[in-house]
């Protein structure tokens, strides 16, 4: 089993950063591929990166790339979400999961654990 909390997400201005957290509990972090998803209101959870097991390998949605980066220390139990140049359709509440894959997928389906959510917003 693992429990994951994510952390920092807040208000900003568009064109501004964030840095989320996602601490997870448990001995085996270093098992599970990370991924990230964010969901609007009426709309579907979206995938927006994922790291794999080893952090070696990471991917991106479209929308993220160029602008977010995943990274993951396994020491610490904790992936992040760093994001640059924020626009307003960024703002979502932002779920990190996990998955016992090594890399990653974009689906979720893929992950068997997830987080409470936290809430980005960007305004213009």
């Known amino acids: 089993q693992v429990q994951l909390v994510e952390s920092g997400g807040g208000l900003v201005q568009a064109g501004g950063s964030l840095r989320l957290s996602c601490a997870a509990s448990?001995?085996?972090?270093?098992?599970?591929?990370m991924g990230w998803f964010r969901q609007a209101p009426g709309k579907e959870r979206e995938f927006v990166g994922a790291?794999?097991?080893?952090?070696?390998?990471?991917s991106y949605a479209e929308s993220a790339k160029g602008r977010f980066t995943i990274s993951r220390d396994n020491a610490k139990n904790t992936v992040y979400l760093q994001m640059n140049s924020l626009k307003p359709e960024d703002t979502a509440v932002y779920y990190c999961?996990?998955?016992?894959?090594?890399?990653?997928?974009?689906?979720?389906?893929?992950?068997?654990?997830w987080g409470q959510g936290t809430q980005v917003t960007v305004s213009s």
């Open positions: 790291i794999a097991r080893s952090g070696g390998i990471t």
């Open positions: 448990g001995r085996t972090f270093s098992s599970y591929a």
């Open positions: 999961a996990a998955g016992r894959t090594v890399v990653g997928g974009t689906a979720t389906s893929g992950y068997q654990y």
